[in-house]
């Protein structure tokens, strides 16, 4: 089983900033992905920003050019460096981990989400 734990959401003013951070954890296990996704009131879980093993990262382009991810592989942790922050920013973000335990294939494990609310 791996663990996943975010932090960092909040409260902000539009145009403000915050820094999620999504840390994995568990044994013998190896990440074939890390990311976020968010969920806004009445619409569906949408991906954000993630990065893969080899370090390839992408952006949803709603956040291209105010948003930024980064990765610690030591620490099993990503950052999600939110600047320009805006109204529609505001929803629940997720950090989902792709991660294989041997003997078992690929299995998705998401974090419990952490509030992020922008106000104008």
């Known amino acids: 089983q791996v663990q996943v734990v975010e932090s960092g959401g909040g409260l902000v003013q539009a145009g403000g900033s915050l820094r999620l951070s999504c840390a994995a954890s568990?044994?013998?296990?190896?990440?074939?992905?890390m990311g976020w996704y968010r969920q806004a009131p009445g619409k569906q879980r949408e991906f954000v920003a993630g990065v893969s093993s080899g370090g390839s990262t992408s952006l949803a382009s709603s956040v291209k050019g105010r948003f930024t991810l980064s990765r610690d592989y030591a620490k099993n942790t990503v950052y999600l460096q939110m600047n320009s922050l805006k109204p529609e920013d505001t929803a629940v973000y997720y950090c989902?981990?792709?991660?294989?335990?041997?003997?078992?294939?690929?299995?998705?494990?998401w974090g419990q989400g952490t509030q992020v609310t922008v106000s104008s």
């Open positions: 568990g044994r013998s296990f190896s990440i074939n992905f």
């Open positions: 989902k981990v792709v991660a294989t335990i041997p003997p078992r294939l690929e299995t998705d494990y």
